[in-house]
């Protein structure tokens, strides 16, 4: 199939599937509108586009799409603001089991994900107000493995509203991490069915955060990673290291709708630096159109004039330029509280971008501030830390004088 017969597939198959927010103003519309969104992706066999051919599915196998055509098919969803095709279950956790999981786990957990079945939420926090400061703990007693704690767990956020009934927008799955006997840190697949996990929506956010709590959680050898200790909090912490899996992201539609907010919001609530924000405004415009030249370069089909296609990275890393540019004028015209976006992962298609910080509920930007959360909690880890110990070979282990810590 050439480009643009491609194309008007897949615009066609948007307008089949998806009617649009602006159609869905009820929480209940927009919820079963997205399920059935994800069902016609997972039937079509769509959803796995950029996995490889070799992958197993429910569907058939991964269609191996260049990396031109996906970034174009993520730009049409995002456009549409259809539910998002990148999911955390997409964006994370298929990847680590491609990269690292069992031939079990593999063939259990990537068709469920590839068919949009179960949504995952990532449990990587103790919350702040837990009923004790211990970490959530992994413990062999009488031949079992048993899961305690407590865990503030990121959701996708798919939900409209946590107070309409369970559907399979809900998280079904877990990815949880915890301290083994050996003070290794460990992370549990599991359902959220599971006796002792009880799952509580947080008021207020938006189907994005939920406080779980484990209770002697039963978990079974297959449902453990392989990947442990540092080398997990290193794929946690940058899992777009797992490129080869990962949808390339959509930058300039989410990013020119911030800088239009932006711009909404200077001229409407004026200050004494406003001027000054609204030059360096214009000079983010700019470096827009550059973005989008760029992108344009990046999917024009090869020809004689332009006969090798601009690299992907070349994209990725002018857009985070401009996002890191977006971000500074979003902290100096709201201050502290703003949350200015700088994910490499940025672009996920999940609606309105608000001007004070990126999309709202936006999956890579929260599961960043997840991360930075973890990094700065007791544990006493960070990520750069543990990504350039790895990088370097230290601390793989303890030398004999050292005493291991509870919070290593």
């Not at 066609?12 to 869905?24: N, Q, S, T, V």
């Not at 031939?103 to 179960?118: H, M, N, S, T, Y």
């Not at 007693?141 to 939900?159: P, Q, S, V």
Request: aromatic share 8%; charged share 20%; hydrophobic share 40%.
């Amino acid at each position: 199939m050439n480009a643009s017969d491609w194309q008007h597939e897949a615009q066609a198959f948007i307008a089949d599937h998806w009617p649009g927010p602006e159609r869905l103003a009820h929480p209940d519309a927009y919820q079963l509108a997205s399920a059935g969104w994800y069902e016609a992706l997972g039937t079509a066999g769509w959803s796995v586009a950029h996995w490889p051919a070799w992958t197993d599915n429910a569907t058939g196998r991964g269609m191996s799409w260049s990396r031109q055509r996906l970034y174009q098919w993520q730009m049409f969803c995002h456009q549409a603001r259809t539910p998002p095709v990148n999911t955390l279950a997409m964006s994370l956790v298929a990847p680590l089991l491609m990269a690292y999981g069992s031939e079990q786990q593999r063939g259990l957990l990537l068709p469920e994900i590839a068919a949009f079945d179960v949504h995952w939420c990532l449990g990587l926090l103790e919350p702040v107000n837990a009923a004790t400061p211990e970490p959530t703990w992994l413990r062999v007693t009488n031949d079992k493995i048993i899961l305690n704690g407590e865990k503030r767990a990121l959701a996708d956020g798919l939900l409209a509203s946590t107070e309409l009934p369970k559907d399979r927008l809900w998280p079904a799955r877990i990815l949880c991490i915890a301290l083994d006997d050996a003070q290794q840190w460990r992370a549990c697949l599991l359902p959220t069915n599971r006796d002792g996990i009880e799952l509580r929506p947080v008021p207020n956010a938006r189907g994005r955060w939920f406080h779980v709590m484990l209770n002697e959680v039963s978990v079974e050898p297959n449902e453990l990673l392989t990947l442990s200790s540092d080398a997990l909090l290193s794929a946690l912490a940058q899992p777009e290291l797992l490129s080869e899996f990962v949808l390339p992201e959509a930058n300039s539609l989410g990013l020119a709708e911030q800088l239009r907010l932006l711009r909404t919001e200077l001229t409407t609530n004026t200050h004494e630096d406003t001027d000054t924000l609204l030059t360096q405004l214009y000079e983010a415009e700019v470096a827009l159109q550059g973005l989008r030249a760029l992108e344009n370069r990046a999917l024009a089909p090869v020809s004689s004039v332009l006969s090798t296609p601009l690299p992907m990275p070349v994209l990725s890393l002018k857009a985070q330029e401009l996002g890191q540019q977006i971000g500074a004028l979003q902290l100096a015209s709201f201050g502290y509280y703003a949350l200015p976006d700088t994910s490499a992962l940025r672009e996920h298609n999940e609606g309105p971008v608000h001007p004070r910080g990126g999309a709202s509920g936006e999956t890579a930007m929260l599961t960043s501030q997840a991360l930075s959360a973890l990094a700065s909690s007791h544990y006493g880890w960070n990520p750069r830390d543990i990504l350039a110990k790895q990088w370097l070979g230290l601390g793989q282990t303890l030398q004999a004088d050292e005493e291991p810590s509870r919070h290593s």
